[in-house]
T-cell receptor
Framework: KQEVTQIPAALSVPEGENLVLNCSFT??????LQWFRQDPGKGLTSLLL?????REQTSGRLNASLDKSSGRSTLYIAASQPGDSATYLC??????????FGTGTRLKVLA | DVKVTQSSRYLVKRTGEKVFLECVQD?????MFWYRQDPGLGLRLIYF???????EKGDIPEGYSVSREKKERFSLILESASTNQTSMYLC??????????FGPGTRLTVL
C-alpha cells in the first residue's frame, strides 16, 4: 500500500534562507507527483507537477525534483519570504485514480 | 487559468439534515473529486467521477453520495448529516488524471 510521508511536520526559517522540503513515498510505481501549497482555511494551490519520466520541474523560486527509484521528492524554495509561509503538501498518483497525499510540512518564514 | 468554485465557504447544519455541497469547474475537465480534510488524517478521497453520471467510490464513501449530471458540476450529498461529518470538504478537477486543481473548500459544521 502506497504511503506518503513528509518530514518535518513543521519548519521555521529566517527570511532569505534557501530551504528544502521532503516528500517520501513507499512504492515507486507512480505516474506523477504534485506539490501544493495550502494557506490556513483555504483550498490547495498547485505549485508543480512532475511526471514519472521527469527528474525536475521549476517555477520561479521553486524547484521540485523526483527520484522514483529511491521514493523521494524535494521542493527547493530559494530566497524564502514571509509570504511563503503556508503548509506544503505533496501527492503521488499511482496507477489508479486515487492520488495519495502526505500530511504536509507547515512552513513559517520569519521576517 | 483553471477555476474551481464551491457553493459555500462555511456551512452550519443540524444532525439529520440533508446537505448538498456543489462544485463547478470551468475547464472542461472530465475528472472531478471530492475529498475531506481533517487534522492529523490529511486528505481522504470520498468519491471520484470520470464522466457525466459515472462515479467511483473513494476511501471513505460511507454516509455520502454524489451526483454528476453535467460535466462541469459535481455535487456531494450528505443524506443525513452527523457530527462526525464536520470537516473541510475540498473539490478538485483534472484532465486525464494529471494536474489536480482545487476549489477554495467548504468548512462544514454539523451540530
Amino acid at each position: 500500500k502506497q504511503e506518503v510521508t513528509q518530514i518535518p511536520a513543521a519548519l521555521s526559517v529566517p527570511e532569505g534562507e534557501n530551504l528544502v522540503l521532503n516528500c517520501s513515498f513507499t512504492d515507486s510505481a507512480i505516474y506523477n507527483l504534485q506539490w501544493f501549497r495550502q494557506d490556513p482555511g483555504k483550498g490547495l494551490t498547485s505549485l508543480l507537477l512532475i511526471q514519472s519520466s521527469q527528474r525536475e520541474q521549476t517555477s520561479g523560486r521553486l524547484n521540485a525534483s523526483l527520484d522514483k527509484s529511491s521514493g523521494r521528492s524535494t521542493l527547493y524554495i530559494a530566497a524564502s519570504q514571509p509570504g511563503d509561509s503556508a503548509t506544503y503538501l505533496c501527492a503521488v498518483r499511482p496507477e489508479t485514480y486515487k492520488y495519495i497525499f502526505g500530511t504536509g510540512t507547515r512552513l513559517k518564514v520569519l521576517a | 487559468d483553471v477555476k474551481v468554485t464551491q457553493s459555500s465557504r462555511y456551512l452550519v447544519k443540524r444532525t439529520g439534515e440533508k446537505v448538498f455541497l456543489e462544485c463547478v469547474q470551468d475547464m472542461d475537465h472530465e475528472n472531478m473529486f471530492w475529498y475531506r480534510q481533517d487534522p492529523g488524517l490529511g486528505l481522504r478521497l470520498i468519491y471520484f467521477s470520470y464522466d457525466v453520471k459515472m462515479k467511483e467510490k473513494g476511501d471513505i464513501p460511507e454516509g455520502y453520495s454524489v451526483s454528476r449530471e453535467k460535466k462541469e458540476r459535481f455535487s456531494l450529498i450528505l443524506e443525513s448529516a452527523s457530527t462526525n461529518q464536520t470537516s473541510m470538504y475540498l473539490c478538485a478537477s483534472s484532465l486525464s488524471l494529471e494536474e489536480q486543481f482545487f476549489g477554495p473548500g467548504t468548512r462544514l459544521t454539523v451540530l
